[in-house]
């Protein structure tokens, strides 16, 4: 290990607590469960992806437990452009980076592979399946990847977690966030039926954050 390396560690956790008091304090944060518990099963925790903010806010709503515990999925052609961001994403919040745009399924797969082999069996994994940042107004159609990671792993728990006006309080572009009242609502967790085919697995999970929006 390097003379350094605890300094950057001690400066992440630091960096990473200021950052989550400030976006519970920002966003009069309002956590609310839909048959939600927490739990120490392997999980898939995933959101509606509308803001840089986002991860930020689900991250700082968990316990501390389980904010060790997650691994977030990142885009890496974003999160590497710049020093900074690598070591927020990297070293705050345990990013995986990963392209966003895969070109083929064996692409895909192969990302899969990477996720599992870097995620230990009791740690969770957080993601967006729209693959990338929306408006706010609605959640797109889900890309694949979370299908091929329940079906490599069916023992993850999958759990909706639906955040509103995230997009208001850090919106696309702006570097400073104003403060505005959002609201994270976990679903109840559910998991990959056996033989569920991708394209009816995928509509059932947007449903499920879907309800939550609604609800």
């Not at 920002?26 to 392997?42: A, C, H, K, P």
């Not at 509606?48 to 991860?55: R, V």
Request: proline fraction near 7%; include cysteine; charged fraction near 25%.
């Amino acid at each position: 290990m390097n003379w350094h390396e605890p300094l950057l560690d001690s400066a992440a956790h630091l960096l990473a607590r200021s950052l989550g008091r400030l976006a519970r304090t920002l966003s009069f944060s309002r956590v609310e469960s839909r048959g939600f518990q927490l739990s120490q099963r392997r999980r898939i925790y995933y959101f509606n992806h509308t803001s840089h903010a986002d991860t930020v806010l689900l991250w700082a709503t968990m316990p501390k437990w389980q904010r060790r515990k997650m691994r977030f999925v990142a885009a890496k052609d974003y999160w590497e452009t710049h020093p900074f961001r690598r070591f927020v994403a990297e070293r705050c919040f345990r990013a995986i980076f990963l392209e966003r745009q895969p070109k083929t399924r064996e692409e895909r797969q192969q990302q899969v592979s990477e996720v599992i082999s870097k995620v230990g069996p009791s740690e969770a994994i957080v993601l967006s399946p729209e693959g990338t940042r929306g408006d706010g107004t609605q959640v797109a159609p889900f890309k694949s990847g979370i299908y091929y990671l329940c079906q490599n792993q069916p023992d993850f728990e999958l759990v909706p977690v639906y955040l509103k006006n995230l997009h208001r309080l850090l919106p696309k572009g702006a570097f400073l966030p104003r403060p505005c009242p959002c609201r994270v609502v976990f679903g109840e967790p559910f998991s990959l039926d056996p033989g569920e085919s991708r394209q009816d697995f995928l509509e059932r999970a947007r449903n499920r954050l879907l309800e939550l929006e609604r609800s």
